[in-house]
């Protein structure tokens, strides 16, 4: 009998496969069920979500019967939850809803499940959206907002939006996402108001079945723009007021409001300190005002000035001082590296170095400065690197996890953010692949000790697999090389991107293609790339030694020295923190300029074995979703190769070294690569 229903389960799922998949279903894709009884402790609009994913997913023993049960027990905290031979137990509604679809992950990537507490690492699992209420998305590549468009009745909410934001909670909710901040940090500041807000409202709505909480980004004019005050000092009186009716306003038709996010006094957006207030006052204001209902700010810490020597030091500069002087539902926002989400940067020195205050990371999962939607790159490891990074705030072992999980510094709350990379197109992301940032987002927020080579596993099996029951020739023609190219794929990306710590020199504001050489004579200079490679005849790279603009030292002990010295320096990060000669003997013996040629060749040859990966999968993937891949790598392939030609030639100009002749040569002039600069990008999105 169990034989024949898992045959009839693996045709259906064949037959549900083998039409063709847009990917919008993402990696809750498979329907098909054998039959189950369901048993909960309890009814709620949660808990009957849980019980009918379990009806719709089962992959276990045919007719077994599994309990659901909300029950307090000291071991889970939060929204975690038991695995227990029997089923799912948790304290909360939520966590049963977790522990769900915890086990129909188990279920369907076919791993064992092994009776456990499974607790979140953070609190609050946000996604970012920086959407503008006119329907764009600042740095979004996935088409426009799901949440906000520009049309005559943009306000009105549909069926259709209703159902989309369901699915959109739903996703975020099999992953343990649990907060959404509905607008850009750019914010535009009639989000706050009555017609704006009822939108909110109807969000909120769809989104709290599945726990996902709505935060809104908050402009620190809003006082004198929506409010008509005359000033936004956040002491002034009628500035507290405003701030309070307005909490409580919203409050009174979301009562589960999240709060806000605040990106003040960075690039142009006001602040506390255009009142000679400091960030703490600011964000203290409005975490008063939030305070009685729950909420928390999230101010970010993403500062600099045009006038400072070094852009990577000035967070920390800011920020140290106030140490202390934020209230309890204040979490300071910091970006994983001092400077923008480059591909790569060491951690940033804020984490660990506040001790009395709560600090949560910023993630960009939208691939502002990793190619869009067009190139293939899994940013699991990336975020891997970083949550592991060892800060030695508390001695050895206090890695950035540590130190914003609440395991090292006590903190009222925890969090971790992740912008976001979600648009209309049919598949959400742009790109098929950039789906496993959402889920590595997801996971990684639950759980920051999981490793990448997990992650991806569970994300291709539950993304691709085709049937419930995969032969050994799935795993070994598919899933062992794709899981390696995703595995490989960033790397590759900082290969012919900016290889040995080389940062922010891509092409004006768009951020994708290459542009070392882009300076436009009136531009800020710490927007343009020759600020950060700093090349000229001797060699190439930012001095931020104790010789330099001393970034080092904000950086613990033993990290400080390590940096401090191009021969103990992580080749990863040499010329981060070093102004290095072209000839300067690396560790592997080559020549700094040789090297540099080393890598960009080898990025570029990285993705044209993605390329060749990929073709030999196509037996194993439906037709839809096989085309977008192989075209979009031909793009990556196309764009890696500018960069590298792009990069090494205008290096050269400075180096005067020739390409090592085992090394292909470039197949773009220079001159051209600058003359196109601004239209490329265009030309390449096909
Ligand atoms: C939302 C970078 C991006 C901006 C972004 C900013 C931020 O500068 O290019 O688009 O603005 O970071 O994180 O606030």
């Known amino acids: 009998m169990i034989k024949i229903v898992s045959s009839l389960l693996i045709l259906f799922c064949l037959s549900v496969n083998l039409q063709a998949e847009n990917g919008h279903a993402l990696w809750l894709r498979c329907q098909s069920s054998a039959p189950v009884s369901v048993v909960c402790s309890k009814k709620s609009i949660v808990t009957e979500i849980a019980r009918q994913e379990l009806l719709n997913g089962w992959q276990g023993q045919p007719g077994a019967s599994v309990k659901l049960i909300v029950k307090q027990d000291k071991e889970v905290k939060g929204d975690g939850y038991k695995l227990t031979p029997e089923g799912v137990q948790a304290n909360t509604d939520l966590g049963v809803l977790y522990g769900v679809y915890d086990l129909l992950r188990h279920q369907q990537t076919g791993e064992t499940i092994n009776p456990g507490v499974f607790n979140p690492s953070y609190e609050r699992r946000v996604l970012n959206h920086w959407d503008n209420q006119n329907g764009t998305i600042e740095r979004g590549y996935a088409g426009r907002s799901i949440f906000w468009r520009n049309t005559k009745d943009s306000l009105n909410v549909t069926e259709a939006d209703k159902k989309l934001w369901r699915e959109y909670a739903r996703a975020n909710a099999s992953v343990g996402i649990n907060g959404a901040v509905l607008n850009n940090v750019n914010a535009n500041a009639d989000v706050l108001t009555d017609v704006y807000l009822k939108r909110v409202k109807a969000i909120a709505d769809e989104f709290r079945p599945y726990g996902v909480k709505v935060y809104l980004s908050a402009k620190f004019s809003a006082p004198s ?91 920390y500069e800011e920020f140290l001082p106030l140490d202390g002087q934020f209230r309890d539902n204040v979490i300071i926002q910091v970006k994983n590296g001092p400077v923008d989400f480059q591909p790569r940067e060491p951690f940033s020195p804020l984490f660990g170095a506040m001790k009395k205050t709560s600090l949560m990371p910023e993630i960009q999962i939208t691939q502002e400065y990793l190619g869009h939607s067009i190139h293939l790159v899994f940013l699991s490891t990336m975020w891997e690197e970083f949550l592991k990074s060892d800060t030695y705030q508390e001695g050895e072992g206090s890695t950035v996890a540590r130190c914003t999980d609440g395991s090292l510094f006590p903190q009222k709350h925890t969090a971790i953010a992740g912008v976001a990379n979600v648009g209309l197109d049919v598949n959400w992301c742009g790109h098929q692949f950039a789906q496993s940032n959402w889920y590595a987002f997801g996971r990684l927020a639950w759980d920051n000790k999981l490793t990448s080579g997990q992650i991806a596993d569970e994300w291709l099996k539950l993304t ?32 012919y ?89 690396m560790k592997n013996g080559r020549s700094l300029w040789d090297e540099l040629c080393y890598r960009y060749n080898k990025g570029l040859h990285q993705v044209r074995d993605f390329q060749k990966i990929w073709d030999t999968v196509q037996p194993y993937v439906d037709e839809e979703r096989f085309v977008q891949v192989q075209s979009k790598l031909r793009s990556q392939s196309r764009n890696a190769q500018l960069w590298k030609d792009g990069c090494l030639l205008y290096f050269q100009q400075f180096s005067k070294m020739p390409i090592p002749y085992e090394i292909e040569r470039p197949v773009n002039n220079l001159e051209y690569l600058i003359r196109n600069d601004t239209t490329r990008h265009q030309n390449y999105e096909q």
């Open 464 to 495: 691709f697999k085709r049937t419930v029951v995969e032969n050994s020739d799935w795993q070994t023609n598919f899933l062992t090389p794709v899981k390696q190219m995703m595995l490989d794929s960033r790397e590759a990306a900082v290969n």
């Open 225 to 315: 723009q929506v409010g008509g005050l005359a000033t936004c000092d956040p002491l002034d009186p009628s500035v507290i007021k405003w701030w309070q009716a307005k909490v409580k306003e919203i409050y009174a038709i979301i009562p589960d409001f999240g709060g806000f996010l605040v990106k003040a006094n960075s690039e142009g957006q006001p602040g506390p300190q255009d009142y000679k207030r400091t960030h703490a006052d600011g964000a203290n204001m409005m975490a008063d005002a939030l305070k009685p209902y729950g909420g928390i700010v999230m101010w970010r810490a993403f500062v600099y000035s045009a006038s400072d020597n070094d852009r990577a030091k000035q967070a």
């Open 497 to 585: 991107m900016m290889p040995l710590g080389l940062h922010h020199i891509m092409s004006a504001n768009e951020h994708y293609g290459p542009g070392p050489w882009w300076a436009p004579k009136k531009m800020r200079k710490d927007w343009t790339p020759p600020y950060y490679h700093q090349a000229d005849s001797v060699g190439v790279g930012f001095d931020r030694t104790h010789a330099g603009s001393d970034a080092v030292s904000q950086y613990h002990e033993p990290l400080h020295t390590l940096f401090d010295k191009e021969q103990t320096c992580p080749d990863e990060y040499l010329l981060w923190f070093h102004h290095v000669p072209w000839s300067f003997k």
